[in-house]
């Protein structure tokens, strides 16, 4: 099957004014815990009229994609970057039209983060909990999912041939226009 016949899901900010399209199968879904997701989704939702990020455990709902099958195909002249550091080469990305959280770009890497809840239609399900040694206090996970206090085997090979599949190119996401920055 070529990349034309291949499934497209479509990631929307809440008001609909950007959208960004993934080709094909996902790297892997997972709920993210660590401190860094947890600091960042709590910001997002203090943003006027943002919708939520963090799930009420605490958790942040990802699809991770190929940085090579995700466009902008809408509204990039709102997207805004945010770093929790200044030099940071993580970068979280939000629509400041409605302010929803969009995507994590880790810019060292060859994978966009995209933030579940914004796929209006046909996200896959969650494959695992990585991350939960850094949960809130207080917080008992399911056993419907692995949960893994950090990162399991399994994300790290899927990353690895999803790399491999890629000749070993990192591409950037510049998504058109410049993202603009703000700390």
Known sequence: MNQQQQKHLSEICRCGKVKLEAVGRPILTASCYCASCQEAGSRFEQLPSAPPVLNPDGGTDYVLYRKDRVQCVAGQEYLEEHRLKPDSPTRRVIATCCNSGMFLDFTKGHWLTMYRNRFPAGAPPLEMRVMTQDRRDGVALADDLPNYDGHSGKFILRLIA?????????????????IRKSH
Do not use: H, N, Q
């Open 162 to 178: 999803a790399w491999i599949a890629m000749a070993l190119r990192r591409p950037e996401i510049t998504l058109g226009k410049t």
